[in-house]
C-alpha cells in the first residue's frame, strides 16, 4: 500500500468520525431539550389524590401554599395523623415520579414551622 493511498483512507475515517462526532452532539442537545421540556409538563396535584379527603388536602394547600398538618386537619375535621401519612405518601409518590410539588419543612421558613409547600404555581 502506497503512503498516498494510506494518507487518503486516513483522511476519510477521520471524515467519517467527525460527522459521527457531529451527529452525537446533536442527539446530546435534544436528549438535553427533551429532558428539559419534560420537567416542565404540568404538574397536576390532583392526579395523586387517591379520594376525596385527598383531593380536599391538596385543593387547601393550593389555596394557601403553606400549611402545617394541624391546620389542614382541622380546617378538614380531621385527626392530624391521619393528614400526615396522606401527605407523606403524596410527598413520596410526586419525588418518585420526578414531579415535585409539595415538600415539608420541618425548620422556620417564612415564618412557618413545621409546615408543608406547595412548590407550584396553582391555578387558583
Known sequence: MKKSDLEL????VEKRLSRVEVAIQRISKEFELSHLLESFKAID???????DLDKNIIKLLMEKHVLTTSEIATSLGQNRHIIGKRLKRMEKESLQAGQKWLEFDPKEKDGHFRAWWLLIESKF
Do not use: C
Not at 483512507?9 to 476519510?12: I, S
Not at 396535584?45 to 379520594?51: R, V
Open 9 to 12: 483512507r486516513v483522511k476519510a
Open 45 to 51: 396535584p390532583l392526579s395523586y389524590a387517591k379520594d
